[in-house]
DNA sequence: TTGAAAGCGCTAACAA
DNA sequence: TTGTTAGCGCTTTCAA
């Protein structure tokens, strides 16, 4: 199985040798099965002797081998988290969810990092099967399609989060990416605003696809005119936000008075280009960032108003179905949950 | 003993039934022993025989059950990681280098959050060591004293990393704040700036005050005068680097030529104040920050020039050192690693 | 060169 | 109410 030969760091210093149960039944006078029994909760002992054997338990500072538990009950309380993100800035939220609500349940995470290496990806998930996982999250940089975690894991129960598995049957949980460019549109029409542009990152990202749909729904339920010139792609910086301010008002087309902006980034840039040519946000122009990224919009002037895609709750939520499915529940599918609207001086208030 | 009666997952699902080594033996026509042998790479053993075990096994989709390998070998391969700074900036990247460290050893690591919580930390230990984790790293917000993870791990290996553990017996890992202010200093210093300023946050980070120290140092070191109207403590924000410089530049001491800003937030906004003031970065203020947090330094304008604390070299020691003290090394101590100096324009080119 | 068997620490069914 | 015992899946010593 383990044909790869690195070393693994071997024990020779002094075993650090803990009571068993064994030796609690010893001291406390009575057998192994009975020591169990007043240990975890079960069935029927003298009130006395359950005390008694607790108190033993604790003075000889027992504490029960969960590996061996483990081997016994057929269930680990360990589930592994894969990410393909090295712990970047979306990752880190949902891992903050997921251990949450795992440890409410007392289970454990195992951090795995595959970072766009689909051979660590199967190394990871060999070893995480080897130390029986209950379940598996998958999580990445981006909201696109990444192929299934394969057929190593066959039944084993996973949930895909901030990432959307290529097949239909696996449970994917995503931010509802259009949904929050309805709510961005939607606040800026609000307003009054009638001239809303977009300025957004690279059109491979599906996020980026979702969010001008959502952008142009928006406009045409708020009976706003579409206008191709106010849509703009490019990427994820603020030196783009800064460069499409001044396309936008140095170019041929009327000056917008509402900027939507696919993140944050470009949301700052754009707010720092505005405030260098003399306008006002928001009184000249409006500007709603995506992902309510505090480093950005806090530091922002004037602050921003963002869409925030609640990636801590998609972690938790993960979490929870990942246990209904280690519960027996069958789930699947692809499922978007909403995004909010956090307001701040950007969009006046 | 877990007193808590919170409800565990329970498996009421399908069991997800693998091979065992029994029935690798059975299918193989060999005795469990013969096969434990040939799977791990074992003393004396037919080479046929071997490979017909392994062809055997593979075949059935073998996996040994690390669980039960952990019990009778009493290591786990498994260490644990406890954050006291909710998956944060800093903890991200040493992370980052653990796992990259204990993956190449096939070690995995639990990931466990207990953000100022020393219930909840005691909480995540005690799991841990039930579940046998051959060590435990412990990561915080700020390099300030905490208290050392106490008697409950009593003999385990234990390494803090980026946390200062309160115990001169325990090994701390931290980067050289006060050797990391000396290259800033020096270096501007060698571009020839007379008058710098340190901008900074708040004392009562233990980091604040090393970095004012080595601030100090590298100054009378280039032979530069001290001014403590140079010296501005504060908080961790851009707005204070923009208000910073409003006081440097407003004050009644002369303007200095080079600022030193605790980190790159601080400088961010210093930047931005200058520039705003018509003053250029760098040639007539240069700039150094401290994190070489991309996010600020790039978007900067100019890029800044920044102090790395190598964080992520830092994590990736954790894990050797601490792969060390598992295979019985007796390491302790506070050990701080070097910073390195990061040029960008904000201090010429 | 291979097999048999005694555990690792714990659980749970069954006896006493 | 408590004790006995057969495993869980694997490793390792000792015999064959």
Redo the contacts between chains.
Sequence with gaps: ??DET???????????LRPTIRDVARHAGVSIGTVSKA?N?GGNLALETRERI?AV??ELG???????Q??H??????VG?ISTD???RFT??I??GL??CL???????????ATDDPA?EA??V???????V?GLVVTARRADKRPPIGPLA???PIVYVFSHADDPDALSLLPDDEGGAVLAVQHLAELGRKRIAHITGPEHFEAVRLRRAGYFSALAAARLPRDDAYYLPGVW???WGREAVARLLDGRVQSPDALFCGND?IAR?AADALRERGLDVPSDVAIVGFDNWD?MTL?ARPPLTSIDMNLKALGREAGERL?D?????KLGGLQRRPCSLVVRESTGR
């Design positions: 199985m383990d690195k070393s693994s760091a071997e024990v020779t210093g002094p075993e650090r240990l909760k607790i338990a604790k027992f504490r029960p081998n969960s590996l061996a483990s081997l009950r057929k269930q680990s309380f360990t988290l090295s712990f970047g880190m939220p891992m903050e251990e949450e440890t409410d349940r007392r289970m454990q995470v195992f951090m795995c990092n660590l190394q990871h060999e070893s995480l099967l080897g130390k029986r209950d066959h039944g084993l910086s603020e030196a980034q840039g480093v530091a246990i499915m280690i519960s027996g529940e």
